[in-house]
RNA sequence: GGCGACGUAGCCAAGUGGUAAGGCAGGGGUCUGCAAAACCCUUAUGCGCGGGUUCGAAUCCCGCCGUCGCCUCCA
């Protein structure tokens, strides 16, 4: 049993094999930085984590390249807002989402390029494209030859000749063919330009990625992934000018995200209908995003709630209460308890990874972990004793680390407010001695009001924080 | 208009031919001084609707209804 990844290209799922044998080399389009970005980008890069955690899990070295957008329409239509250069306002939603992606426990991708610092790579495609005789230049600008490509369309399904009875833009004269697209724009003034064959100017959109995707990862790589609204045109664009230059498969996979959705729409920055990360952050951890991406499967379409968020938090807690330590002092008997425990560690074990290996479905591999979480706890009040149980939670804690999840308690305990609870505790455990109900009870229930819970079990009460 | 998804319990969600995972919420119980937590039982004779294929369908086919995405910047 191999892993099976879902191929845009071919609409099915396929057994991954990469060229390279034990390497995978992955590009995953980034956001492009003109506003704070959304728990929907938070969402694509939650998912292409899990995928590359899984990879390492099973053994792949990964190379993970992830880009930043920085140089954009958009960008310099809010720069101009600002009355901000351009550069320096990508650069600071730069810094904020490297910040959030520590945050989000994603691991840092292997290198994140940037359009401004590869504009050479970039120039020196659009030349070989323009030599290959791909594209055209009009003026300051360069196109891109669609009629060049013979398989121009393969990836979304399209026809060229379908998108012009569909074409709802105007068409600019100046192309041969209306879905010819931008290598490099002619400069216009107060715009971040740089020097080319062609004069001044700036990359378009499109042929970033394949320029960036080259350099760091060479011709052909193993996963191109991002949300599938980028499917088209920014893919089939990728691909198209990447393939014409090379004459080789540009992806093996192409790997695309559902969109969330918030208010029954897509997220999107242009029209305000988003949640931004920090806000998000500010009521809620960060593993309960993680929880609400990895319970659907991530090609479907997500639609975000404060419903679902509340129920993410409460299976998060559930997870948790697995990490209870043992009820009995001693080493324990290895009775029944203990060898339930031990077989259920190994068939968790087996049915995640066959989840996981089914293109990565976390909403199944998620079931095994709350099943082994079950017998945990079933164990510890059966009796296991403390060895038996750190086995099968730390099998609980890696598994749970393939899919990004922390599982530490929310909050680390200030040493000072710990003392004082448990000197609350202390002189509540006299007080229940004593048969004291009312103040006991008004202890636990004053602590309670300030999001500290005391569970009072057979050997001493324990306390959380809430 | 074109292309493509999806519709499973109160909610989220897996399941793509063999008789409905898991989570949240709810109900009952065990434990507890009472709680909490944990555990046990329980909540879809049925998977949008109507036909069809099959020994057998949530899963395949046809039709209908509904929701959504892309076709234009978007993770």
Redesign the pocket.
Known sequence: MGLKIFNTLS?KKEPFATEVEGQVRMY?????V?DQ?????????I?FDVIRRYLEYRGYQVRHVMNY?DV???IIVRARELGQDPIQLAQHFVEQYDRHLQELNILPPSVRPRVSSEIDGIVGMVKGLIEAGHAYRVNGDVYFDVEHDPDYGKL????VE??L?????EIDERKRN??D?ALWKAAKPGEPSWDSPWGRGRPG??IECSAMSRRHLGDQIDIH??????????HENEIAQTESLTGRQFSRYWV???????N????????GN?LPITEFLQQHEADVLR??VL???Y?????F?S??A???A??L???R??F?PAETSGAGEAGPAEQNLTEAVATTQAEFAA?MD??F???????????L??????A???GAGQPALQAAQQQLRELAGVLGLRLAAGTVPDPRLAALVEMLVEI?EEL?AA?Q??L??RI?QRLADQDI??????HG??WRQG
């Open positions: 609409r995953v389009c980034g956001p492009t003109y970005a959304h728990i929907g980008h938070a969402m694509s890069s998912v957008t954009d329409d958009k979304s399904g399209r026809k379908e998108m009875a569909g074409a709802r833009l209306p879905a697209f959109w499109h992934g991002g949300g599938n609204d980028l499917i088209f045109p920014h695309h995200n559902g969109m969330m959705q918030l029954g729409d897509t997220m999107s920055k242009s029209t988003m929880l609400i319970n659907s499967h090609r479907s379409p997500l639609a709630s419903e679902i509340e129920a993410a409460n299976g807690e559930r997870l209460s697995a209870k989840a089914d293109d479905n976390t909403p199944k591999a998620l079931g095994s972990l709350f099943d979480v079950r017998s945990i706890n079933l510890r009040d059966g509540r229940r048969e109900w009312g006991a009870d636990r819970l005391l569970e009072d079990g057979k009460t324990r």
